[in-house]
């Protein structure tokens, strides 16, 4: 322990900022952590006396990171007012993200209606460009540094409406930013140009680097390789991101320790190659590193690389021996220093916990492993190390894991590092004096490159390799832990393998994993309704299967000229409803219901299929009349999906007390040929409690269904047509008489939905209205005949 006195004292001081985060959130948890902490922390001295001075010191380290926590989180808060349009002045503090008719960056504001701030605060700010010629004079002239003056709309960031949602105002804050801002009047601002800098002229180079990749390579390798060398992940094909994200790859786009120790390497070689000493060498490089650091956006494992690597590089200077651990503490007192936040940064927390990893696990692996070359070995101990560390993280944050993962990384990783990354830094450097000399080696590298992301493409469709996880509680995560430490316990030869520690290994092991794949039944009934803005997303869980009723969609880009698009449009199903499904740990659905071929209903059902199996489809029959219902057709095909027709009278039966009832379409569709009037209209009765799902139906549907369906009274209504005034007739109301209506809506529509008159029918009834424009997303349990439901949003005007 004294040999590794910084790892150690890192150690501490990271339970002391966890105690504080709990702290800030709960005083009785943080409380109770820090008595824990501290208990565990004074063993050692009881396990040896010698070990008291360190102990004392890492106490010491212990309440300077628990203090630190806490005066830095009372410090951050904004003394803007909540909501406001006012005149600005300040400076662009990040790098422009320019997309379609935006531009997003983040301005440190010094002025605020003509006053002074005593501290100037920082506002995550958009732009919206009205014409192209706004945009192209914004290119020019924003940048790092550049000032700004004019109008702007601030306000807070909202919380997420959604489980399973990211909680952007949380990630603004641990960045001390508490405000968002909106630029509308491009034309009025006054632009200041940025002065030459260090950060400013570095992140200039990336953004012609990046523009200079486009030139040379297919688009596809350009967003990559941007990615990957220039950290400009913004380049990076939203498509190709998902599907490294699936496969474990992320880590290759993310400038980590990987790419960090790889450029080490080439420049140590290279100017050694040109006649300088090592120890040249060796400084040299480590006056590189920060430039490199700097230029690709100083994440957070970049710059826990960049600190690890000076150092590793000061101490082959100094001729002193370096040590892994204790240069993995000695990053992470910098870090924690610089700055408390960090500890939440996921890419943070994975960069650190592979490290250990790798230190932990790669020297007792390369001598276990049977691979006669050491190179194979070797990768083959990182990929094994790496996967069982950040195993448990995954799952926790991100839910999905493919088992290929792991050859994945052992055959992309080197393909990647040796092949594919050298040469793709030769034709940035080539190509920066002029395209034509980058061109040759461009070419080989897009000749290599594409063919094997095809190939990932493919590998990312094998669902039978992808499973998806709820979020494990702390208490597995503390057996996998134990696990983890039987492991190193055999491979360093401190437990025996005889056949009792391999019964007693085996059975734990089964008893951990099992309760990862074991798929408990279900009890009651489940019913989501996700706020996804102006549309319908209805998630139905009984104890046997999982049912998507409808699930929106982006807006239309038809009618947006090139300049407009977005390269990533916000998809409902992308952003809320998969992450929705994948947090419950569902992966695959079992009846897919498409009320019918509005946008705002099925938009993003191709992205749903693509990504996710689907059992079974059901749809009201009508012939496609646009693009995405000819999509989902084709997708239906591709996927082989069973489809079936709802027609009016089909039941189906779950278990005795879950019946499935199909009202609308009749037989014979609406002679109006309106999709609306077509709508699936679903009436769920579960353990005594009815439920009627209405898609887009209006009026005149609903006077037909009452004639025609016997439908009874109703305990939880879906409003139909999101509370428009084109349905919810008086005479619909006043037969069902619901408990519970639920409105599907978006917030500040267009279409002025919910109707005022809708409300007043359904609170003449004391019927309780819940809107997902207000309360966020709605979760209604059945259980024996009981009713309840909780909203997801903390609005007080939810009731």
Not at 38 to 63: C, D, E, Q, R
Not at 193 to 217: C, D, V
Not at 703 to 712: D, P
Request: charged content about 20%; some cysteine.
């Amino acid at each position: 322990m004294r040999q590794r006195a910084l790892f150690f004292c890192g150690l501490y001081m990271l339970s002391g900022l966890v105690c504080a985060s709990q702290f800030v959130n709960s005083a009785r948890l943080g409380c109770g952590l820090l008595l824990g902490f501290i208990i565990v922390g004074i063993l050692p001295v009881f396990k040896n006396k010698a070990y008291y001075k360190l102990v004392v010191t890492g106490l010491l380290f212990f309440i300077t990171g628990f203090s630190w926590y806490l005066w830095i989180e009372k410090h951050n808060v904004s003394i803007l007012p909540d909501e406001t349009n006012a005149a600005f002045a300040g400076e662009i503090q990040s790098a422009v993200m320019f997309d379609g008719d935006r531009c997003k960056f983040i301005l440190r504001i010094h002025v605020l209606n003509g006053k002074a701030l005593e501290v100037p605060e920082l506002v995550q700010t958009t732009i919206y460009f009205r014409n192209e010629a706004s945009r192209r004079q914004a290119e020019k002239v924003l940048s790092y540094g550049a000032t700004l003056s004019g109008k702007i709309e601030i306000e807070r960031p909202a919380p997420p409406t959604n489980p399973g949602a990211f909680d952007y105002p949380t990630y603004l804050h641990r960045k001390h930013i508490h405000r968002i801002g909106k630029i509308w009047d491009v034309e009025s601002l006054s632009y200041g140009h940025a002065p030459i800098g260090f950060t400013g002229l570095m992140m200039s180079w990336q953004k012609k680097l990046a523009n200079r990749a486009f030139e040379l390579y297919h688009p596809t390798s350009a967003g990559l390789l941007s990615g990957m060398l220039l950290g400009a992940v913004d380049r990076v094909d939203p498509e190709l991101y998902t599907t490294f994200s699936s496969l474990g790859l992320t880590h290759v786009i993310a400038i980590s320790g990987q790419h960090i120790t790889l450029l080490v390497v080439a420049l140590v070689y290279v100017l050694r190659l040109f006649g300088f000493t090592r120890e040249r060498s060796y400084l040299l490089t480590a006056c590189l590193l920060p430039v490199y650091v700097v230029m690709t956006g100083s994440s957070a494992s970049a710059v826990r690389a960049l600190i690890m690597g000076e150092l590793a590089l000061f101490a082959l200077l100094m001729r002193r021996a370096k040590d892994g651990w204790n240069l993995l503490g000695a990053s992470f007192l910098c870090m924690a220093l610089a700055n408390p936040y960090y500890i939440h940064d996921v890419g943070f927390q994975l960069s650190y916990l592979v490290t250990f990893g790798l230190l932990s696990f790669v020297p007792p692996l390369m001598r276990k492993l049977p691979f006669k070359r050491d190179g194979v070995r070797g990768l083959a101990a990182v990929t094994l190390a790496a996967t069982l560390v950040s195993f448990p993280l995954t799952i926790y944050y991100f839910h999905v894991y493919s088992f290929l993962s792991p050859l994945v990384n052992f055959l992309f990783v080197p393909f990647i590092s040796i092949m594919i990354a050298p040469m793709a830094a030769i034709s940035f450097m080539l190509g920066m004096i002029h395209p034509a000399f980058g061109f040759l080696p461009a070419k080989v590298v897009d000749t290599l490159l594409l063919p094997v992301l095809q190939l990932l493409d493919k590998a990312e469709e094998w669902r039978s390799f992808r499973f998806v996880f709820r979020s494990p509680s702390l208490f597995w995560i503390g057996g996998y832990t134990f696990w983890l430490l039987f492991l190193l316990g055999w491979l360093y030869d401190k437990i025996a393998l005889n056949w009792k520690n391999v019964m007693i290994f085996a059975s734990f092991s089964f008893l951990l994993f099992g309760t990862l794949f074991i798929s408990w039944e279900r009890k009651g009934v489940t019913i989501t309704f996700l706020d996804i803005g102006q549309g319908d997303a209805i998630v139905v869980e009984t104890p046997r299967n999982v049912v998507l009723i409808d699930g929106g969609g982006p807006l239309p880009e038809g009618n947006k000229k090139p300049w407009q698009r977005r390269r990533d449009p916000f998809n409902p199903v992308k952003s809320v409803v998969m992450p929705f499904l994948y947090s419950r740990g569902i992966s695959t659905i079992d009846l897919l219901v498409l009320t019918h071929g509005d946008s705002d209903h099925v938009g993003g059902m191709p992205y749903l299929l693509n990504h996710i199996r689907v059992k079974q489809a059901m749809v009201n029959g009508l012939p496609a009349k646009t693009e995405i219902e000819a999509e989902i057709n084709r997708l239906f095909k591709e996927k082989r999906i069973s489809v079936r027709k709802a027609e009016q009278g089909q039941v189906w039966r779950e278990e005795p007390e879950i019946v499935w009832r199909v009202l609308n379409p009749a037989s014979a569709p609406s002679s109006t040929g309106e999709d609306n009037a077509n709508s699936v209209v679903l009436l769920l009765q579960a353990y005594g409690v009815r439920m009627l799902f209405t898609g887009d139906l209006e009026k005149d549907g609903e006077q037909r269904l009452l004639s025609e369906a016997n439908i009874g009274r109703v305990d939880v209504l879906k409003v139909g047509h999101h509370g428009s005034k084109s349905s919810t007739s008086e005479n619909w109301v006043n037969y069902l008489k619901p408990k519970l209506s639920v409105i599907s809506v978006g917030k500040k529509n267009r279409y002025g939905h919910p109707h005022r008159e809708v409300i007043a029918r359904l609170a003449a009834l004391d019927s309780i209205i819940l809107r997902t424009d207000i309360c966020g997303a709605i979760t209604v349990y059945v259980r024996d005949g009981i009713v309840i439901y909780r909203t997801f949003g903390k609005s007080t005007a939810c009731r």
